[in-house]
């Protein structure tokens, strides 16, 4: 698929060193920042007098990976779920493999992080992840689609991976997307419950569909997905991912849901696609609000925001309580992954498109029938669940 440079984005000229060399080391912390590298976005707080918004390179996928907003939302639903603290912090022990799990739909193939025996915490600079980055995003520019074939960062970002984020692939069936999202849940959740174990080759892994999407990767187990060597935790990082994908669901450049009282987010009515989208739009929806207050103040002003940690919390439950995979698909397919009768194949989405663009909205259509899940009755309705 498409994707574009956005100028806004773009590294600023003067962080390029003169005489065609790479980037300055001001360009590096910029990158740092641009990635979420907490630790260096401090360091600039107290060494810089510029102001913290630096300018940033502006990419498909997260609650913005600027932002600390996956770690924030993981953190405050490992609270609901009762798994921390109530002051813990996501980059406590406790809770850290949740949030590095978080962070792998963005880094797949873990080039933000420095590979170190003894600790999973220790950033990279970045620069590795930005190249391959922006190498995907130029080939991606001149219409290359990345499929199964492709390496996992350019396929989560610009290719057939983006379910991961709650997005596709324009004019794709929300049913066909939510199939995927259901089969990454399954294949996520039984991992995080034990029931695959992380020593499995993700060629024996059995969720339908699996396989099939990773021809490349039949080698690998569990535990190299999740770039788990000598520590780290390849159940609380799948849990994280699962956890990604449930909160970019709730962020509207990603996933259009109905509007519900009390401003809660409902079914959902279309999954976006990045192609045609302006970033900048996209971006404003996945950021923290500007002003004073802590993380978690500002995340509760950002729309969706509290429905993710609430369904977010949700899962981890079931988790802590090790419950079978049918309660959770039960869950994720009724109160999270629900579609309206009625949806719209994949697209800008009407708020999303740049403000030139006049290409009607896809028209709504019936949702495909679907599957019914273990011939799952839902409570009380006599309905059965699909
Ligand atoms: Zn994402």
Request: charged share 25%; net charge negative; glycine share 10%.
């Amino acid at each position: 698929m498409l994707a574009r440079s956005d100028a806004k984005g773009a590294i600023p000229p003067a962080l390029v060193e003169p005489g065609g060399g790479f980037l300055t080391s001001a360009a590096v912390l910029h990158l740092q920042r641009a990635v979420g590298n907490a630790a260096v976005a401090s360091l600039l707080g107290r060494q810089s007098r510029r102001p913290l918004t630096v300018q940033r390179y502006e990419i498909e996928g997260p609650f913005d990976i600027n932002d600390p907003v996956h770690e924030t939302i993981t953190q405050e639903a490992l609270k609901q779920a009762g798994m921390i603290g109530p002051k813990a912090k996501y980059s406590d022990t406790e809770a850290w493999e949740y949030a590095r799990g978080a962070m792998w739909n963005d880094d797949p193939q873990g080039e933000l992080f420095d590979k170190n025996k003894k600790r999973t915490d220790d950033y990279s600079s970045g620069l590795q992840w930005y190249r391959h980055f922006s190498g995907f995003e130029k080939r991606a520019g001149k219409g290359e689609q990345f499929g199964p074939d492709a390496e996992l960062l350019a396929r989560s970002h610009f290719g057939d991976l983006q379910f991961l984020h709650g997005m596709a692939a324009d004019m794709e069936k929300a049913s066909v997307t939510r199939a995927h999202m259901m089969m990454w849940a399954e294949f996520t959740y039984k991992v995080a419950i034990g029931e695959i174990p992380v020593t499995t080759r993700l060629g024996a892994v059995t969720v339908p569909g699996f396989v099939e999407l990773f021809p490349k990767q039949k080698q690998l187990t569990v535990n190299d997905l999740f770039q788990v060597a000598e520590v780290g935790d390849a159940t609380k990082r799948a849990a994280g991912s699962l956890m990604h994908m449930i909160q970019d669901s709730y962020a509207s450049g990603h996933t259009e849901r109905t509007a519900e009282a009390g401003g809660h987010k409902g079914g959902v009515v279309s999954f976006h696609s990045y192609v045609h989208q302006s970033h900048k739009k996209h971006d404003a929806y996945d950021k923290l609000p500007s002003g004073k207050g802590s993380d978690v103040g500002k995340l509760n002003r950002l729309p969706g925001a509290t429905d993710a940690v609430a369904k977010s919390a949700q899962i981890l439950k079931l988790i802590k309580d090790k419950k079978p995979w049918e309660d959770a698909e039960l869950y994720l397919k009724l109160e999270v992954f629900n579609l309206e009768p009625m949806t719209r194949p994949a697209s800008a989405g009407k708020d999303f498109k740049e403000d030139s663009d006049k290409t009607p909205e896809p028209a709504l259509e019936l949702t495909e029938p679907l599957p019914p899940v273990n011939d799952a009755i839902v409570p009380n309705t006599g309905l059965r669940v699909g």
